[in-house]
Structures are given as C-alpha cells and as structure tokens.
C-alpha cells in the first residue's frame, strides 16, 4: 500500500470517526434537549397541581368557615328576646334571682323601637343584688342594665339590711 493509499484510508476513517461523534453529540443534545424539556413539561404541571390544590384547600376552608359563620349566627339568633323565647327569658331572669337570694318581680314590659325594656323589682342584700346583676350581664341573652333605683331599708330590731330596687333591663331586637 502506498503511503497516498493510506493517508486517504486514515482520512475516511479519521472523517468517519468524525461523522460518528457528530452523530453522537446530535442524539446526546437531542436527548439532553427532549429530557431537559420534559423537566421543565413536569415543573409546569406539578405546579399547575399545586394551584389547584391550593385552590381546593381554600375552598374547603371556606366552606369550614361559612359552617362557623352560621353556627355564631345561630348563637347570635337565639340570644335575642323576641315572643318566641320572652317566657324563657322572664324564667331565667327569675331563677337567676333564686340562685343568688333575690326576690324578683317582673312588672310591666314596654316595647320601644330597638327593644324590650322588662321593670324588674328586686329585694335583698347589696352582695346578692349586685350578683344578680352579674348574672343578668353574663346571661346568654343580649340584654343591657338602663337604669338601677336602689332603696336600703334597716330594721333595727334584727339589724338586717334589705335593699330594694327597680331595674330597667333592656333587651335588643334582631
């Protein structure tokens, strides 16, 4: 073989050793490229199901939210005296003055324009009537003390003191 023969059979081999790396590094940036964008396909999506997901969660905590409006909007309902639940509440009134040792008598009731206002008359010591008072204020009723009289009779004989007073309990309307 002449040295020119091998020279043009290195060169085919040299060109074709050439044509096979070119080949390879096409198909590897093909695959890089196609792998690389699948990637990118994937981030995409997981994040178009995190949105979603997101979405989904805030729909829920809505709907738990909007079951809490409504069950403090039921509470709030049923703290108001209207007819439905005035003998309820003429009856808690009564029994609160029981648990504390006041005598209470439920005079007239007048409606005005944003209410109910019960005259209350009660009778005993100061320490119960101002536990009665706090009973009224922490009942689960939305009502509010107007106006207090106090009158404090002292029987000398047996020393005791008994206060007695009229209350003006104001109720809301819904």
């Given at each position: 073989?002449?040295?020119?023969?091998?020279?043009?059979?290195?060169?085919?081999?040299?060109?074709s050793l050439g044509a096979v790396l070119i080949v390879g590094l096409l198909l590897i940036l093909f695959f890089w490229y196609g792998v690389?964008?699948?990637?990118?396909?994937?981030?995409?999506?997981?994040?178009?199901?995190?949105?979603?997901?997101?979405r989904r969660a805030n729909v829920l905590q809505i709907k738990r939210e909007h079951e809490?409006?409504?069950?403090?909007k039921k509470r709030l309902e049923?703290?108001?005296?209207?007819p439905d639940?005035?003998?309820?509440f003429i009856e808690f009134v009564e029994s609160s003055g029981?648990?504390?040792g006041v005598a209470v008598v439920i005079g007239n009731v007048a409606e005005t324009g944003d209410?109910?206002?019960?005259?209350?008359?009660?009778?005993?010591?100061?320490s119960a009537l101002i536990n009665f008072l706090?009973?009224?204020?922490?009942?689960p009723y939305l009502v509010k003390v107007a106006k207090v009289e106090f009158n404090q009779s002292f029987d000398a004989v047996s020393k005791t003191s008994t206060v007695r007073s009229t209350i003006d309990l104001k109720a809301a309307n819904p």
């Open positions: 073989m002449t040295p020119l023969r091998k020279i043009l059979e290195y060169s085919r081999n040299f060109w690389a964008g699948a990637h990118r396909e994937f981030l995409q999506k997981n994040e178009e199901l995190s949105i979603i997901a997101a809490g409006v409504n069950l403090l049923q703290s108001f005296v209207t639940t005035i003998v309820s029981r648990d504390v209410g109910q206002v019960f005259k209350i008359t009660t009778e005993g010591s100061y706090a009973h009224l204020e922490n009942s």
